[in-house]
């Protein structure tokens, strides 16, 4: 069974488009993260949720938004897709009683 | 606000020889430190991880670190790496006061060689 999984694991749209990424972990935790990794493997925090909560927000453009229907899910969607945003974005949880980041396998991003 | 050096960009390096790879964090307060490995095309994999105790820690696949306050260092070592061990390598630094976001370092290149 995989612990987080994201979708697609591959996107290619054109610019202006608006998209979403999906992510789902069976773990049962309670924080949840998005982070980027740009062009030069560079890795980013760019949210982070517990319980259904925006905890962190570090200065993300607001085309980004994202949404946690329970605490299992943490979806990220783009609008108004730029060249910029062409990346790798991993998502990962973590259990409250933990310091471990479990990480998904990365949606890869390429905006033309 | 903590930050994370990784002094090798990339580490070439022939199997079955040593490796070593640097790191160096700045944090006015404690923090917790970990490497993580990213093979070609995948998500990120944790190797080990310094939360406190014994300074000298060892993680999966043959790898260990050792955390050294006084330096600010968290090196990461194999004493004999395989072809598989290419991938990239990130060290990384968090703590409970900011819900345990990591700040990466740059990431280093490892390419073994036969």
């Known amino acids: 069974d995989t612990a987080v999984s994201q979708t697609p694991k591959y996107l290619v749209t054109q610019m202006g488009n608006d998209k979403s990424i999906k992510c789902e972990q069976n773990?049962?935790?309670?924080?949840m993260y998005w982070y980027k990794q740009d062009s030069k493997k560079f890795l980013k925090i760019m949210f982070s949720?517990?319980?259904?909560?925006?905890?962190i927000n570090e200065t993300v453009p607001n085309r980004f938004s994202p949404k946690s229907p329970d605490k299992a899910h943490l979806n990220l969607h783009i609008n108004s897709l730029e060249l910029g945003d062409s990346a790798v974005y991993f998502c990962?949880?973590?259990?409250?009683?933990?310091?471990?980041?479990?990480f998904g396998p990365g949606t890869r991003l390429t905006v033309l | 606000a903590q930050s994370v050096t990784q002094l090798d960009s990339q580490v070439p390096v022939f199997e079955e020889a040593p490796v070593e790879l640097r790191c160096n964090y700045s944090?006015?307060?404690?923090?917790?430190l970990f490497w993580y490995v990213q093979y070609p095309n995948q998500g990120l994999q944790l190797l080990l991880k310094?939360?406190?105790?014994?300074?000298l820690v060892k993680g999966i696949n043959g790898f260990e670190a050792e955390f050294n306050k006084s330096q600010t260092s968290f090196h990461l070592r194999k004493p004999s790496v395989h072809i598989s061990d290419t991938a990239e390598y990130f060290c990384?630094?968090?703590?409970?006061?900011?819900?345990?976001?990591?700040?990466f370092g740059a990431g280093t290149t490892v390419t073994v060689r036969a």
């Open positions: 949720y517990n319980n259904k909560e925006l905890i």
């Open positions: 990962a949880s973590r259990g409250t009683a933990e310091n471990e980041q479990f």
């Open positions: 773990l049962g935790h309670d924080t």
């Open positions: 990384a630094v968090n703590r409970p006061s900011n819900d345990y976001k990591l700040s």
């Open positions: 944090s006015s307060v404690s923090v917790y």
């Open positions: 310094y939360l406190s105790g014994s300074t």
